[in-house]
């Protein structure tokens, strides 16, 4: 009889025991990197002159939008320069933001997204007599 209770608690500590594998901090790390991206966005104006845009984007870090006028450059032979914004290890599954000129001009105004060197997004607008010429980069990232 005793041997049989010795056989039945072997059994039950067993059953009990965990064969699970251990996560560490390294695991968590590696995951959390292959869960982020390296986002640029780029914008472009055809512009010849003085130009700037109002770029708006959604901060989740902050809960806040984050609203900058930013002025294009120019090269030495007067064409203008692309601004980009980069995001390293943005780690959230979607996009929020705009870009617009303060002005009527009728210059396009492009904005590109690219999402670990990959175009996601393009879209250009000009602007009118009636309107600012604005480009909305929001998008859920894959």
Known sequence: MKKIVAIFMLAILYSC???CDEVT??????QEEASTNDIEIIFTTTEPNYD???ITYY???LA???AEAYVFKYD???NPLPLKLIFDNYKYDFLDGEAFRNNFS???LKVQVFVEGELLLER???GNANEFARVNFSFDIP
């Open 25 to 30: 901090a390294a695991d968590i790390a590696a």
């Open 106 to 108: 009728t210059s396009e």
């Open 52 to 54: 700037e845009a109002m």
């Open 124 to 126: 250009a607008s000009n």
């Open 17 to 19: 025991s965990c064969t």
């Open 64 to 66: 806040t939008d984050v």
């Open 59 to 61: 901060d989740i870090d």
């Open 76 to 78: 030495t032979d007067g």
